[in-house]
């Protein structure tokens, strides 16, 4: 198979495994009986404020990598060790899982539980939950849909 052919299959497999992604699933949201779309979405952008002031990010740099060892090689105009590899700088906030148990207990003050729930594969499912103006006892909600996304650094671990 040639080479352009290679790039058509992996490019092909790509977009499968996006298109699986998007199917399916389970994500984290608020559940609070007799709680709108938009009230669930304020409460989060109130939380996430407040618990970003009580403990602020601290970000920390460092660096991981660095040279390899053993005898020396030259490609072109660069040369390099054997087993060299490539330094990185990473950001890290020793904060974050902090802020994230504050932003829980700000939800759990206000009464609202953060719970995973699997996102609804079936488009009758979900139009069925969207179609609701009140979100439903926490208990019957199987599925869900249109629910605010959080990032994974708002979840306490």
Do not use: H
């Amino acid at each position: 198979m040639k080479l352009r052919n290679w790039w058509l299959v992996l490019g092909g497999c790509t977009m499968f495994l996006a298109a699986c992604q998007t199917l399916g699933g389970a994500q984290f949201v608020l559940l609070k009986t007799g709680s709108t779309v938009e009230q669930r979405r304020a409460v989060i952008d109130a939380c996430q404020v407040r618990a970003l002031q009580e403990v602020p990010p601290a970000y920390k740099t460092t660096s991981v990598g660095g040279s390899g060892f053993g005898p020396r090689y030259c490609y072109g105009y660069s040369c390099g060790f054997y087993g060299d590899y490539s330094t990185r700088v990473v950001s890290v906030d020793p904060n974050e899982r902090l802020r994230a148990r504050r932003f829980d207990a700000c939800l759990r003050g206000k009464g609202y539980t953060l719970a995973r729930r699997p996102t609804c594969t079936d488009s009758a499912a979900a139009n069925a939950y969207r179609a609701n103006n009140r979100q439903a006892r926490a208990a019957d909600v199987s599925c869900v849909a249109g629910e605010p996304t959080l990032q994974s650094r708002w979840i306490p671990r």
